[in-house]
C-alpha cells in the first residue's frame, strides 16, 4: 500500500488515500499524454488550505489542460503566464462588476491562504483532453473533503454541473451555484452571480472576517 502524498496534514487520514489512490496514481503512471497539473502540485489546494483554515469553498471542473497552465489551485493560473485566461478572465469580470474593484494577480494563491480552497472535481487532465479524468474516481476525494468540511457553516461556490453534484448536505453552510466561468459557459448564468459580495455578507453577518478578493496590497 502507498502512503498517502506528504503535506496533507489534515486531510492525510481520509480513505481515499488507502483505498483509491494507489488504482489512480497506477493510471496516472501509465497516461502516455502529459498530465497536468505536475503531481507534485497535484495536491496543492488540500496542503495549502487545512480543513480547520477553511472558510470557503470553489469547486469547478477540471484543471486546465494547456501546457504550464495549471497549478494545483482550481482556476488559478502561475503569475507571469503570459497565455489566455479564459475561465479566470471571466472570474476577474465578474470581480469587477460584483465588487467594483479589479483583480490582476492570477496566481489565487493569496485566496487560498485566506481559507479558500480551490478545489476541482477531477484533479488532473491530459494535455488537451478536457474532462478526460473525469471518471477516473477522483469524486471519491471530492466527496470526502466535503464531508469533513461539514462540520462548521462554510461557503460553498460550486461554478458548473459537475461541481453542483457535489452539493454538501447541512443546512447551516451558504451554498451558490452558477455556470462554470468557461469562456463556453460563463454567459449561462455566471456573469452577474455576485458570488464574491455575497460570500463577504455571509462572513460579516457571521463576524468572520471577509476575503480580499481583489489584487493583494
Not at 482556476?75 to 465588487?99: M, W
Not at 476541482?120 to 464531508?147: E, Y
Request: net charge neutral.
Amino acid at each position: 500500500m502507498s502512503p498517502p502524498p506528504e503535506g496533507l496534514g489534515g486531510w492525510a487520514d481520509l480513505p481515499f488515500w488507502a483505498d483509491h489512490w494507489p488504482a489512480i496514481k497506477a493510471t496516472l503512471a501509465g497516461e502516455a499524454r502529459p498530465v497536468f497539473p505536475p503531481q507534485d502540485l497535484m495536491f496543492a489546494a488540500l496542503r495549502r488550505t487545512q480543513p480547520d483554515d477553511t472558510r470557503v469553498v470553489i469547486l469547478g471542473q477540471d484543471p486546465y489542460h494547456t501546457p504550464g497552465k495549471a497549478d494545483g489551485l482550481a482556476f488559478s493560473i502561475p503569475d507571469g503566464f503570459g497565455g489566455r485566461l479564459d475561465s479566470l478572465g471571466n472570474i476577474f469580470k465578474e470581480i469587477r462588476t460584483d465588487l467594483g474593484a479589479s483583480r490582476t494577480k492570477t496566481s489565487l494563491d493569496d485566496w487560498a491562504d485566506q481559507g479558500v480552497l480551490l478545489l476541482n472535481t477531477a484533479l488532473s487532465v491530459p494535455q488537451g483532453a478536457a474532462s478526460a479524468h473525469a471518471r477516473l474516481g477522483w469524486d471519491v476525494l471530492v466527496k470526502q473533503v466535503i464531508a469533513r468540511l461539514e462540520d462548521a457553516p462554510r461557503a460553498f461556490v460550486l461554478w458548473g454541473g459537475p461541481a453542483r453534484r457535489f452539493a454538501p448536505r447541512a443546512a447551516h453552510h451558504l451554498v451558490l451555484t452558477a455556470a462554470h466561468p468557461s469562456p463556453l459557459s460563463a454567459h449561462r448564468g455566471f456573469f452577474g452571480s455576485g458570488p464574491f459580495s455575497t460570500v463577504n455578507t455571509w462572513l460579516t453577518t457571521r463576524s468572520e472576517r471577509p476575503i480580499h478578493w481583489t489584487d493583494p496590497a
